[in-house]
């Protein structure tokens, strides 16, 4: 097999956006996942309106507009108190021809984008690990492990799209500094009914309690994300947690009669930013170089950022149009946007369990003080996917960077 430019380690939703745009600009990646299948779950959600940007440009908008719901109203919901309902949409008129959010699982999300890769003539090839990464004097050598068969890849370029244990990360030495709230949370898709299954967003919190209600496409079903009781399993490990360990005040003053548990879940949230994105011709991406409550429905969205931010100007690098410096614009833009991101995050999931902090179940245990809500202008930009101002800490203030040709490939 003849050495790819850029190799791409991993095939989740950044990997696979990276792969495809840089496939539709003529640069056929070598794209390698460690598991057999894509993922079965559903997990990130929420579509942003700058991911479907990219996606028109891409020619695949209107698929995912197909297959996903769009949600124009969210409710906030205070101590079974309902204390709001924004309209999305107004929220978003004249930034986005997408103002809305668009639930739209992400399994069949990564089904979506592997056949459009498909279509631009790239394989994923799965069950293929990679090991270690070496430099040597004669360049930059990949260590693949299929099946217990050992391989070496030489690329050019190396992606690291693979999510947030990133061995691309590790093997390079790259710090992942944060931390890891200690409130266990719930993910659980399922069959209900009650008033506020009404096809619109609900937050609702209150002193112990915290639950997000999204719609999904079908009737009567939605995603819940919330709190597990603090007396759960009784110390069981998490895996052995179901439904019946879950918070039940909030579900019970909103209304919702649950029926079927499809999918139930549990994690704990981190807030990570890698020290480095890049280092030489190697480059992190995705959960491999940012983690963050998922307040807000960024996770997936911010990766999909970053895959197109390097695509472009990785594409120009390597058929040969550009400069390798169009490359160092890529650490200072997204480390920026990452930053930026984990700290908004941070304060709005601080905020909505400041009543839970002030018992002190919820703190991180990285302890910081708690501080006020972001700007309504911060919302709206995080909202809509768009990088807010570079900060002094990004270390890009002042620094004009390439901005990104306006392509809309063929379809
Ligand atoms: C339960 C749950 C709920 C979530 N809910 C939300 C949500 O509501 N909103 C949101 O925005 N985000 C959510 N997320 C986060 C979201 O799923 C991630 O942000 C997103 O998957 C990141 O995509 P990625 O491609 O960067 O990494 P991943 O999706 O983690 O993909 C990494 C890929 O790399 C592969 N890989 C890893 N190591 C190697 C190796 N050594 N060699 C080869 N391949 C390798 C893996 O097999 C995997 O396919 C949720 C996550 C979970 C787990």
New binding site residues.
Partial sequence: MSEPDVLI????????VLALWLARAGVKPRI????AE??T??????VQARTLEFYHQLGIADRVLARGRQVSFANMWIAGRHVARAELGAMGAGISPYAYALIYP?DEH?RMLIDALAQAGVTIERE????ALDRTPEGMVAH?SSNGRRSECRPAFVAG????????RTSLGIGFGGGTYEHLFY?ADVEASGATMNGELHVALDATDFLVV?PLKDEGRA?L?GTVREDAGGGAPRDHLSWNDVGRRVIEWLRIDVTRVRWF???HVHHRVAQRFRDGNIFL?????H?HS?V????????IG?AVNLAWKLASVVRGGASAALLDSYEPERIGFARRLVATTDRAYRRSCRRCLERSSCATRRSGPFRRLPSSTAIARSAKGMPAPCMPATGCRGRRHPRMPPIIFNR
Avoid at 9 to 16: E, H, I, N, R, Y
Avoid at 41 to 46: C, E, G, P, Q, T
Avoid at 285 to 289: K, R, V
């Fill in positions: 380690v991993g095939a989740g939703p950044t990997g696979l390698i996942d460690k598991l894509p993922g779950s559903s997990r990130a959600l929420a992400q990564e293929v690990e990679l090991t693949l799209c693979d999510g947030s244990h990133s061995i691309v993910v999204f995603r994300i879940s549990t994690y991406l995705g959960d491999a170089a983690v998922p807000g429905g960024q996770g997936m969205n911010t990766g970053d």
